[in-house]
């Protein structure tokens, strides 16, 4: 059983926690890989009875990996993408960050979701990605995102004009700072904070959601996730930034984007009972009233 580790260098109060996951796989594990910076974060720390083969941190997780274990935060998470791609080696997220809604292990599970990973007792949440059709370059081979993607403009002076269609069809002109274009996944970050629903994982949807819009009768709005969506950006500025998840590029005004569903989904694991509306109740602090 080969397990990868990913992570950013966490808190020192975490490290006893990692020693104690790291003695726990061992049980079954026949070797390590680790990222380089992780590596180099922890190794004067921890000592490994497996063989351990170190990682540089954009090279991708080998195809015959069982798993990879995340540290760190959701954004950690979201970065892990970029790793495992399209091999469907699916990802356990440990949280050593605050929130949470992904990486959702805290640190008094680890024994508890290191057993069920072992024996496996847990199931697989597939989660929806985004893929950045055109254009094609603009992120090399790793066009796509678990949460979101976003057009921001990058001159604080002035909007910019977004004209969006859906399957060729036109839905609007946004006059804004900015637009999402997010999965289920994904609705629970950036797009909600501004304004947009909260859609639940399985459903087979994109919520398109416009950042500080000028026109206030605009609303986000929710679309089937397989449509195709095509952006036009306008404006005063010559360019603006192209966002999927956290990795940002520039490009020049005149291009169009054009994003869909990806054809491969994020396989995140579970342990224990698995409850989407009861993570967005404790995260979100819901139903905080002593009548309640």
Same mark, same amino acid.
């Given at each position: 059983m080969k397990i990868a580790f990913f992570g950013r260098a966490f808190d020192p109060s975490f490290f006893d926690n990692f020693r104690l996951l790291v003695h726990l796989l061992e049980e079954k594990a026949t070797s390590f890989q680790i990222y380089e910076s992780l590596y180099n974060h922890i190794r004067s720390y921890v000592q490994?009875?497996?063989?351990?083969?170190?990682?540089?941190?954009?090279?991708?997780?080998?195809?015959?990996?069982?798993?990879?274990?995340? !540290?760190? $935060? =959701?954004? %950690?998470?979201?970065?892990?993408? #970029? +790793?495992?791609?399209?091999t469907g080696i699916p990802v356990l997220g440990i949280n050593t960050g605050r929130l949470g809604f992904l990486s959702a292990i805290s640190s008094e599970e680890i024994s508890f979701a290191t057993n069920?990973? !072992?024996? $496996? =007792?847990? %199931?697989?949440?597939?989660?929806? #990605? +985004?893929?950045?059709?055109?254009?094609?370059?603009?992120?090399?081979?790793?066009?796509?995102?678990?949460?979101?993607?976003t057009v921001l403009k990058r001159d604080n002076a002035t909007m910019i004009t977004i004209s969006v269609y859906v399957d060729d069809l036109f839905l609007n002109t946004y006059w804004a700072d900015g637009l999402i274009v997010a999965t289920p996944t994904g609705s629970t970050g950036y797009s909600l904070s501004c304004g947009g629903p909260i859609i639940s994982p399985e459903s087979r949807n994109l919520v398109i959601t416009p950042i500080a819009t000028h026109n206030l009768t605009v609303r986000p709005i929710v679309i089937p996730d397989h449509s195709l969506v095509k952006l036009k950006i306008t404006g005063r500025t010559q360019d603006y930034l192209v966002l999927l998840d956290s990795r940002s590029r520039p490009l020049n005004k005149?291009?169009?984007?054009?994003?869909t569903r990806a054809g491969f989904p994020m396989n995140l694991i579970c342990v224990g009972q698995k409850d989407f509306y009861k993570t967005i109740r404790n995260k979100l602090a819901w139903g905080l009233d002593k009548r309640n």
């Open positions: 490994f009875k497996c063989p351990v083969t170190v990682l540089a941190d954009q090279s991708r997780t080998e195809p015959d990996t069982f798993c990879l274990i995340s !540290l760190g $935060g =959701d954004g %950690t998470l979201l970065d892990t993408i #970029t +790793l495992v791609q399209d069920s990973l !072992l024996t $496996g =007792d847990y %199931t697989i949440d597939k989660r929806a #990605t +985004l893929q950045l059709v055109e254009p094609d370059n603009l992120f090399g081979s790793i066009n796509y995102a678990l949460n979101e993607l005149t291009t169009e984007l054009v994003v």
